[in-house]
T-cell receptor, first 113, second 112 residues
């Protein structure tokens, strides 16, 4: 199977600073990773994904870094805004898990105005 | 945009009742999933379905069953609700296994 964990349950950052949220996974066969954002009272929303043939992918104000050697990925949010306050979690899937994703427990990001 | 709709946002039921949670997606996705989300545990897969009338057990299927009679609808059934099934239930869908899952806004179920 797979075990996915986030390093910090909570993170507070000042508005305008950059945020980094980390995630570790255990299954070396995991080859597809997703970051989700979940606001209070809503379902998880897709932010960005990355496949194992890449080590970096950028979106709008977000960057995901993948280090397969140490089985670690991170989500970087540039110029964090109050609207970024939410729970962020990663998900991992591999060729040996079929359609099944394994999810981390989430980091609650609070942006201080 | 993909829309995954869960029929109830909040639901309160009594121990022993049979409970139905409904989920509908509008993007003709092959795969649909039911998760429960509990503090400190993350999302845990209950059941998933990769086609009409097909179902597969996830990590925590005990006490649950599912039904997929139509492609767009995936129902979760609590055969005899118990207090330890109080949780947030999330439905998701995706076209293939290697694509992001799209989630509904969840049903917060309380079993008294």
């Amino acid at each position: 199977g797979e075990s996915v964990g986030l390093h910090l349950p909570t993170l507070s950052v000042q508005e305008g600073d950059n945020s980094i949220i980390n995630c570790a996974y255990s299954n070396s066969a995991s080859d597809y990773f997703i970051w989700y954002k979940q606001e209070s009272g809503k379902g998880p929303q897709f932010i960005i994904d990355i496949r194992s043939n890449m080590d970096k992918r950028q979106g709008q104000r977000v960057t995901v870094l993948l280090n397969k050697t140490v089985k670690h990925l991170s989500l970087q949010i540039a110029a964090t805004q109050p609207g970024d306050s939410a729970v962020y979690f990663c998900a991992a899937a591999g060729w040996n898990t079929g359609n099944q994703f394994y999810f981390g427990t989430g980091t609650s990001l609070t942006v201080i105005p | 945009d993909v829309k995954v709709t869960q029929s109830s946002r909040y639901l309160v039921k009594r121990t022993g009742e049979k409970v139905f949670l409904e989920c509908v997606q509008d993007m003709d996705h092959e795969n649909m999933f039911w998760y429960r989300q509990d503090p400190g545990l993350g999302l845990r897969l209950i059941y998933f379905s990769y086609d009409v009338k097909m179902k597969e057990k996830g990590d925590i299927p005990e006490g649950y069953s599912v039904s997929r009679e139509k492609k767009e609808r995936f129902s979760l059934i609590l055969e005899s609700a118990s207090t330890n099934q109080t949780s947030m239930y999330l439905c998701a869908s995706t076209q293939t296994g290697n694509q992001p899952q799209h989630f509904g806004d969840g049903t917060r179920l309380s079993i008294l």
